[in-house]
């Protein structure tokens, strides 16, 4: 096949890690017994409780709430009642939690109606469903959705593109849902362009992914204006600026959103969550999680509801093979490295990687030799190895002027060091201060 | 959960490659042309080679161990790498102090005394050489032989040209480009064989170890500047078979340290070794001009990144 393989400058090539699950049927994880579920799960306002201790919930109904326009509700993921409300440790450190204890009834709120006839819907109605549903973005970022489907006026949308791109290594999870739920991947993307008023659709898969690849393209055959984009294997694909330039051609200028040149982009995990708060009526209370690595027992593909803890879903893969020595949430390029596996999955929980000590270890760093390879790899063309000298010398104003900023933190160029300097961890550290610095002033 | 987890920052992962396997493929991409030194030279070749491995890493660990009290970085093969290339620099005639001091030199000096690894600004095996060649001219430059058991006193190829009145006297010495091609010329121990530097050259660029970016340039401004100055077809492939070029477009320019990051600044830096090297040949005192022009490039290599930091993507322009 001399098809065209779609992709962008800069890059690497990680070792693909997913052999482990990506074979591996999703299954339904065990219902919780207790959930933990935070209150901010996203880029935005966090929510206030809008149930109190006792209260009975349902599956489905709202317990967060927040005023603010970037937030994002959130929702019992079972049925029981309301223990505790209060500071808990989550992924991203420790954040206001309501903790429900199952009845194991899992009967679902009454407000869950599915809406009859979405493709005759009013775009407002369907904009309110996303809303209301707590969508966001499940690839990992968790912006609300319904913001990114609410542009300015002066800001036309022309197209769509969802990322089924998976790049990062192990993670196995947006692969999995291509490959079993097309349609509902497809039903998503058309509500969102139905919201937009758009009548352009692209998915861009990766082609290490072909049987996914080939699942989609049935899945759109009949839909004229969406299209699969096969891109070429290389990270960090899957991010926002890359698909888009990978897909359309289109430069999204540096500090800019995608709006800019007419783009929305968003993970085909939450065009599904679309779909099925639009078609289901449900709002989001699960999820699809990888959960990998040489220190589990049996790695999975695993729907898990939102608040079940990380050590009861490894549980139920078999528990730790050997002793683990690190645990992430997400994939090994960008993932959140955790402290304890007492820590709920939340919206954005896309894997639960978990390494063995001899994965886990980091090699000590030595001298830069200015081999380069960091100027290669950076898909923003930086040049890494003179931002982190800046940026460990605490000079942060020349890190600043040679764009630490515009780093998307995507990690390739500490990836190839050979060195095995601590480059992108040196840059975070500028753009910390940098911000620090501009708030002050 | 009674272990502690390791709570680091992204990415979790790290490529396989280090400075030691970097300076592993270097070694290897050299081995053909300095094993045919050794074929052409014979056994002088060998204890060349030997002592300037031996007096780079021994200056090394003394550095680091006894002066600087620091880690000991010899098992990044670093400065193997520099005793290799400093040994293809030098003819077989040279005395046995010679690869000693001038390794010790490249070592001492030129790379430790500047900070070690990745601060040295110019390239140690060259600008060893170039402190030789000052110190003792003769031994370094005067005394040129014939590969071979018989061998004979002789000027290099480039040599000849520019002592003999020009490209005619290579013909007439019986030199053809055949010899220059495999290496069966007088001259450096590791410079000869034209055929095999490519060769590893190219070994560098599949394995990603170079970009094409500096050879290319470099040996194509050389090659373009004789054409347009009216050199015939042969007289080019003589000019750019012979001497260090080769050696120097593939291994000592891209020296990562003493030359530019970025990928434009790679361009001009290799454009800037052509016309340098170019010019001394043609018009300068010296048959060969590669040792200081890529030494000169060198020390402007600073220079250049500042003034080619890439474009950043997406960048908008500045109203």
Redesign the interface.
């Known amino acids: 096949m001399g098809e065209k393989l779609f992709t962008f400058?800069g890059g690497?090539h990680?070792?693909h890690f997913k052999k482990q699950t990506e074979k591996l049927t999703l299954e339904n994880a065990e219902l919780p017994k207790m959930v933990t579920i935070p209150l901010q799960q996203h880029i935005g306002a966090p929510c206030q409780p809008v149930v109190a201790v006792g209260d009975l919930v349902k599956v489905g109904q709202v317990i967060g709430r927040a005023e603010a326009f970037v937030s994002a509700p959130i929702h019992s993921s079972v049925s029981g009642s309301v223990k505790k409300i209060g500071k808990f440790q989550a992924p991203g450190g420790a954040t206001t939690c309501v903790v429900i204890e199952a009845d194991g009834e899992d009967a679902w709120d009454e407000s869950v109606q599915p809406t009859k006839d979405w493709l005759q819907a009013d775009a407002k109605d369907l904009l309110r469903i996303v809303k209301e549903a707590g969508i966001t973005g499940m690839g990992g970022a968790s912006f609300p959705t319904h913001v990114k489907l609410s542009p300015p006026k002066d800001k036309p949308i022309d197209v769509v593109i969802l990322n089924g791109a998976e790049c990062e290594?192990y993670l196995t999870a947006d692969h999995r849902l291509m490959l079993e739920m097309p349609e509902k991947v497809v039903t998503g993307l058309k509500i969102m362009m139905r919201i937009l008023g758009v009548t352009t659709g692209y998915i861009g898969i990766e082609n290490n992914k072909m049987d996914a690849v080939a699942a989609m393209q049935r899945a759109v055959a009949d839909e004229p204006g969406i299209e699969v984009r096969v891109m070429q294997v290389k990270y960090p694909q899957g991010d926002e600026?890359r698909l888009i330039?990978a897909t359309t051609g289109r430069?999204?200028?540096?500090?800019?959103l995608p709006m800019e040149v007419g783009a929305v982009v968003s993970n085909v995990g939450t065009a599904a969550a679309i779909a099925t708060a639009v078609v289901e009526g449900k709002p989001v209370v699960e999820r699809i999680v990888t959960i990998t690595g040489s220190a589990v027992e049996v790695p999975k593909n695993l729907v898990v509801r939102i608040g079940t803890q990380f050590?009861e879903v490894i549980e139920q893969c078999g528990g730790y093979k050997g002793?683990?020595?690190?645990?992430?949430m997400g994939g090994?390029?960008?993932?959140?490295?955790?402290?304890?596996?007492?820590v709920p999955v939340i919206k954005g929980t896309s894997g639960i990687?978990i390494?063995s000590e001899e994965?886990?270890r980091?090699?000590e760093p030595?001298?830069?030799?200015?081999?380069?390879k960091c100027?290669?790899a950076c898909?923003?063309?930086?040049?890494p190895?003179f931002i982190s000298r800046y940026s460990l010398n605490g000079d942060y104003e020349a890190a600043e002027k040679?764009?630490a900023m515009?780093c998307i933190?995507c990690?390739s160029c500490?990836?190839?060091?050979?060195?095995?300097r601590?480059l992108?961890?040196a840059i975070?550290l500028s753009k910390r201060e940098i911000i620090a610095k501009r708030r002050k002033s | 959960m009674k272990n502690k987890l390791i709570a680091s920052s992204s990415p979790h992962i790290r490529s396989k490659e280090t400075t030691s396997s970097v300076m592993r493929d270097v070694l290897i991409a050299l081995a053909p042309a300095a094993l045919a030194g050794i074929y052409f030279f014979g056994f002088g070749a060998v204890k060349i080679y030997l002592l300037a491995i031996i007096s780079a890493v021994a200056t090394e660990y003394i550095i680091q161990k006894y002066i600087l009290k620091t880690t000991v970085t010899i098992g990044d093969l670093s400065a193997v790498v520099t005793a290799v290339l400093l040994s293809m620099t030098l003819p077989v005639t040279a005395p046995w102090w010679i690869p000693v001091i001038g390794a010790a030199f490249a070592i001492g000096i030129v790379k430790q005394a500047f900070g070690g690894i990745g601060s040295n600004f110019m390239n140690p095996a060259l600008a060893a050489r170039a402190f030789m060649v000052a110190s003792w001219p003769v031994i370094m430059t005067g005394s040129w032989v014939t590969p071979g058991v018989d061998a004979v006193s002789t000027a290099t190829p480039l040599g000849l040209i520019k002592e003999g009145g020009g490209f005619g006297a290579l013909s007439e010495a019986g030199v053809n480009l055949t010899d220059l091609l495999i290496g069966n010329v007088a001259g450096c121990l590791g410079e000869t064989s034209a055929l095999l530097l490519i060769l590893g050259g190219l070994y560098l660029l599949w394995k990603n170890v170079i970009s094409w970016r500096i050879p290319v340039a470099y040996i194509g401004t050389v090659g373009v500047l004789y054409l347009i100055t009216g050199a015939a077809t042969s007289e080019i492939l003589v000019q750019l078979a012979a001497g260090g070029l080769m050696l120097g477009a593939f291994f000592m320019a891209t020296d990562y340290v003493s030359s530019p990051v970025t990928p434009k600044g790679r361009i001009i830096f290799g454009i800037g070794c052509g016309v340098l090297t170019f010019v001394i040949r043609k018009f300068g005192g010296y048959p060969e001009g590669v040792l200081y022009s890529i030494l000169l490039m060198n020390v402007v290599s600073p220079l250049i990144d500042r003034y080619t930091t890439p474009k950043v993507f997406g960048e908008v322009k500045q109203a």
């Not at chain 1, 090994?332 to 007492?342: I, K, N, S």
């Not at chain 1, 898909?379 to 040049?383: D, G, K, S, T």
């Not at chain 1, 500490?414 to 095995?420: E, H, I, L, Y």
Request: proline content about 15%.
């Open positions: 400058s690497i990680p070792p290594p600026k330039n430069v999204v200028p540096a500090g800019a050590s002793t683990p020595s690190k645990l992430l090994p390029m960008m993932g959140l490295a955790q402290y304890t596996d007492q990687l390494l994965d886990a980091l090699p030595s001298a830069c030799i200015r081999c380069g100027v290669d898909p923003i063309h930086l040049l190895l040679y764009r515009d933190e990690g500490s990836f190839v060091c050979p060195a095995k601590p992108v961890e975070r």
